[in-house]
């Protein structure tokens, strides 16, 4: 998302536009990832219809890049001769320019950097840092990103300052491992205080966290600043000792659980999401019980859940993946299944609350507003509302949707 996001603000600034179909684009640009095997047949599926398109319009440009262009490099030229130009993630920067002949660009090329002119949005991703130094035995991001590198914090609060001051009002730190964030003697709880000084600054969220380095102080900082949401990205995976140490995350399950104990203590309203992954080799059913028990009785507000997929380079790709593709599907059920369930009950609850939102975005015939848990709430648009704190009362819930009135 942050390479695509970095990519169009320098497309802009070349007085470049986004296009709602392929007939009318230049240049197709294709950000993949390479996390799951899933995701990667998605891009090889994309590219194939893209071809179609290319037979037609010969002048038509094809670029793909991210993780799954790290990986495979070369070889996606060799699979799609429609494919102009692969970049992958260490590539990015020095790339930029490639594009930009590619697409016959003729402005003076300017190197991408923080001074871009970001307009007029109201929520801003910003990468603090990039790669992973964790290595979990599943995980293919070590490989297509890098080792662990965190960027100049002041580079970073300078960057911040300056799209506050272009009208952001919330700002998302993305990183593989945000909290283990360390540039000379600030760390990730520095950071965060520090960027949380900036005027007119109305919010902070980031991801995603590794349970092993989620700080005492940093919850403390959550805690304290009026500006950091309410919200918490906490991968668990799994709540089986036995799974966990086979995917090499370095810790328990009880240590998780206690992680999550004091941030209910220190944060009594906050908003966990989390991860999990199903089928991973050696889980029996024991050990989905496990996990599905952890769901019910930690009731996340959100969760994500992956059926396990071997990656090329990493350990795990040498077990014997022994779960089977219809029990991996039927224990990936259950856990949505679960979640929904819990997901919905808690909305349900907010039902008559009165709560304090962002108005994000105007889409369709509603206005967008989030929480500072993160829930998003449709509100009657009326356009002065776009890019302020308002306060709300939740008047009606559709499944998981929220609709709201504005208090006056």
Known sequence: MCDSDRLNSVFLDYGASKVDNF?????????TCSVRMQSEQ??????????????????????????????LGYSIKKRFKSVDLVIGTKDIDSSVSKIIDLCYLKKPFKKMNFNVNFRSEIVKHITIMKGCNNYCSYCVVPFVRG????????????KCSLVVKNGVREI?????NVNSYKYGNVDF????????????????????????????????????????????????????????????????????????????????????????????????????????NAVKNI???GLYVFKYSPRPNTKAF???????????????????????????EIVLKMLGNKYQVLIEKIDGGFMEAKTKSGHKIFLKINKKYYGKILNVVIKEVKGNSLFGDVID
């Open 299 to 301: 009731r996340f507000s």
């Open 42 to 71: 998605k891009a090889f599926s994309y590219l194939g219809r893209i071809e179609e398109f290319k037979r037609q319009n010969s002048n038509m440009k094809i670029v793909v890049m991210g993780c799954m262009a790290e990986r």
């Open 23 to 31: 007939w009318d684009a230049d240049v197709f640009i294709l950000n």
């Open 189 to 292: 709880s520095l950071l965060l205080r520090n960027v949380a000084s900036i005027k007119d600054l109305e919010r902070i969220r980031f991801m995603t966290n590794h349970p092993k380095d989620l700080s005492d102080n940093l919850i403390n900082v959550i805690s304290e600043s009026s500006k950091i949401c309410s919200h918490i990205h906490l991968p668990m995976q799994s709540a089986s000792n036995k799974i966990l140490q086979a995917m090499d995350r370095k810790y328990t399950y009880e240590y998780y659980l206690n992680l999550i104990e004091k941030l209910r203590f220190a944060v009594p309203n906050i908003s966990i999401t989390t991860d999990i992954i199903v089928g991973f080799p050696g889980e029996t059913d024991k050990d989905f019980e496990y996990t599905l």
């Open 172 to 176: 998302i730190f993305f990183g593989q």
């Open 318 to 344: 040498k077990m014997i993946d022994n779960v089977s593709k219809t029990e991996k599907k039927k224990r990936h059920t259950i856990i949505l299944k679960e979640s929904n369930k819990i997901s919905a």
């Open 147 to 158: 080792i662990e590198k965190s960027f100049n914090s002041s580079t970073i609060i300078k």
